[in-house]
């Protein structure tokens, strides 16, 4: 087929009348949809508790350990007794 008949023909099936979908097939879609969104929903609120959960487990490490302060010098003893 060249491209007008290729055109032609494509032309054709885009004007031909819309297919028909059988209702037992579009309620069965429907409910793949809805078990898709719950599914993607659940996934994205346990995605966000896992988030804040690792931000509160880190703030609390943080606060605990306090890795911005110095360690103290162990290569010279205190000076004591002045």
Not at 2 to 26: D, F, G, K, W
Not at 32 to 43: E, F, K, P
Not at 51 to 61: E, M
Request: proline share 10%; charged share 20%; glycine share 2%.
């Amino acid at each position: 087929m060249n491209r007008p008949a290729r055109e032609a023909a494509a032309r054709q099936i885009m004007e031909s009348t819309a297919p028909r979908v059988p209702a037992e097939l579009h309620a069965d879609v429907v409910r793949a949809g809805n078990r898709i969104l719950r599914l993607r929903t659940l996934a994205r609120r346990l995605l966000w508790l896992l988030l804040c959960a690792a931000a509160l487990a880190f703030t609390v490490w943080a606060i605990a350990v306090e890795p911005w302060a110095e360690p103290p010098s162990r290569t010279t003893p205190p000076l004591t007794g002045w």
